[in-house]
């Protein structure tokens, strides 16, 4: 592993493989997870494992860290994606000099060893537990109880606040108004949301739920949570504190 400042480099151990237009853009035995943001991983590849053509835009990218990034559009012979892939020729790190990193929501498809996977490369050092529990969960907004039970799903995600999911028939069913929002978790899968109406106010996508979870979050499968940073939850008839996250 190499580090400058809070930016991490190693070699993962994963076969990674990308596609675009149902053509191989890159396949490698040994991605780099570089760090580039605080919350997971981007993958870079060593250059002879790109298989698109790569052609300079003429753009470039500053980091304090990394350098100057030249930006390339990538081709195959049957897509092409402007402004798709960035490399640092010239970086202080030198580890990232013969390396090539593509823009995610660029490619069609991405791939560790023969399983899909979506939104970012999954953090090696990231875990997810899903335990179950007796303890007592109950769920207020602005003062009514939506949702209680005493057999509740603890979902542990490092660097996030326990999440408590609560069987279906454990939420007021009369308060769920339906959201057209989803979003996706690489360990997790994807997910669909209620909004809550309580006391006319209507809180915009409060709760959420994953009816086909991946196989390792099975668990949680149709089980509803609520964020611990916009509502109140009591477990055990204490109130917790509202953390501060990335959702709050």
């Known amino acids: 592993m190499a580090d400058r400042g809070r930016v991490r480099v190693e070699t993962g151990q994963k076969r990674v493989r990308v596609y675009m237009g149902g053509d191989l853009v890159a396949d490698t ?21 790109v298989l698109a053509s790569l052609t300079p835009t003429g753009e470039t990218i500053s980091s304090p860290s990394r350098g100057e990034a030249e930006v390339l559009t990538v081709s195959t012979a049957s897509a092409k994606a402007e402004a798709a892939a960035y490399r640092y020729p010239d970086s202080p790190i030198e580890e990232l000099r013969d390396l090539v ?15 899909q996977v979506y939104v970012h490369p999954r953090d090696p050092y990231k875990r997810v537990d899903i335990l179950s529990s007796s303890k007592h969960v109950r769920v207020e907004i602005d003062g009514v109880t939506v949702a209680e039970t005493t057999s509740p799903k603890l979902l542990f995600e490092t660097g996030l606040p326990v999440r408590y999911y609560i069987p279906p028939l454990d939420v007021r069913r009369e308060v769920l108004r339906p959201s057209d929002s989803h979003t996706e978790c690489p360990y997790k899968g994807v997910a669909s949301y209620h909004s809550v109406e309580v006391n006319g106010t209507l809180y915009q996508d409060a709760a959420w739920y994953y009816p086909f979870p991946i196989e390792e979050s099975q668990r949680i499968a149709g089980l509803y949570a609520f964020y611990n940073e916009k509502v109140d939850i009591y477990v055990d008839g204490v109130k917790l504190e509202r953390p501060r996250t990335v959702f709050s």
């Open 29 to 49: 035995a040994a991605p780099r997870l570089v760090w580039e943001k605080p919350y997971y991983p981007t993958y870079f590849f060593p250059a002879d494992d």
């Open 101 to 115: 990193a593509l823009r995610w929501s660029e490619m069609d498809a991405w791939f560790e060893e023969g399983e």
